[in-house]
């Protein structure tokens, strides 16, 4: 099935109200060669403002002549009209691919100074701007200036090349899909749904063990043990554990409670004092 035919079946089956799918394409020539035309028209005008020439036109290459596509001012090249690639101006401009500028060339008497800048596609010579005038010599900011245009003209072919590009390649019979086209799956416009992992259930703590303290020390033990393995091998601890101390069951006076006497005094002169000290 060629392009066409698929193009036709998409819109027939999605319902699209309009003329067929070939009757499409030649409207779409024919309004990039119109678009192609006005911008060569528009960029000719804008020539001889910013140059102030007395006539520009643009020539296009087909085939192996150059044709005038566009004109304003004294050039009145007419649509279709070939160039004359024998004047030495237009010559040097093909040859070089650059700029180039005659004054006083013999077939116009009229006019005194020439100027041919090239209009390149894609490193290729499609065809030049023609400029002329018999005021003053043209200067290097014109060149710049048309240069400058130049790349829109470019700009402008590359448009009208890819509408006829796209003619060729849907019109060509032999553009077939050789292998039928797999169904494209739909887009998911939404995250997929998450299955819930159910969380793994937490271990039964463990019993405590029965910990004993070291009678020495007091770092915990195992059970059946009274001295940890430090203390086993320290004498003085072991000794100290088996034997508690003799006054271990008496309570342990504080400090203030054993110094009651002192502290007593202490107060009562210092109150003394204070009396003393106020009375005066």
């Not at 566009?70 to 093909?94: P, V």
């Not at 070089?96 to 004054?103: C, M």
């Not at 992992?197 to 009678?215: E, F, R, T």
Request: contains cysteine.
């Amino acid at each position: 099935m060629s392009v066409l035919a698929l193009a036709e079946n998409e819109r027939v089956a999605g319902g699209i109200v309009g003329p067929p799918a070939a009757a499409l394409f030649p409207g779409l020539i024919q309004s990039a060669q119109l678009e192609l035309q006005a911008s060569l028209q528009l960029l000719v005008e804008r020539a001889r403002f910013l140059t102030g020439a007395r006539g520009v036109a643009i020539a296009l290459k087909e085939g192996e002549q150059f044709a005038y596509r566009a004109s304003a001012g004294t050039m009145t090249a007419e649509g279709g009209n070939s160039a004359d690639l024998d004047r030495e101006l237009l010559r040097n401009c093909i040859a070089g691919a650059k700029p180039v500028r005659l004054s006083q060339e013999a077939r116009d008497e009229a006019e005194s100074f020439y100027l041919a800048v090239p209009i390149l596609q894609a490193k290729s010579f499609v065809g030049f701007f023609e400029l002329t005038t018999r005021d003053a010599e043209f200067s290097h900011e014109d060149i710049d200036a048309v240069a400058r245009l130049a790349v829109f003209a470019e700009t402008a072919l590359d448009h009208a090349f890819a509408a006829e590009e796209t003619e060729r390649r849907v019109f060509a019979p032999e553009i077939e899909f050789s292998e039928p086209v797999a169904p494209v799956p739909p887009t998911l416009w939404h995250a997929p749904e998450q299955v819930a992992v159910a969380a793994p259930a937490d271990p039964a703590p463990a019993a405590p063990a029965d910990i004993k303290l070291c009678a020495s020390c007091n770092f915990p033990v195992s059970t059946g043990r009274n001295l940890c393995v430090d203390c086993e091998r320290d004498p003085s601890a072991a000794a100290t554990a088996a034997a508690p101390p003799m006054f271990a069951g008496e309570k342990q006076e504080s400090w203030i409670e054993a110094h009651g006497y002192t502290v007593a005094s202490i107060l009562v002169s210092a109150l003394a004092a204070a009396i003393i000290y106020w009375l005066r």
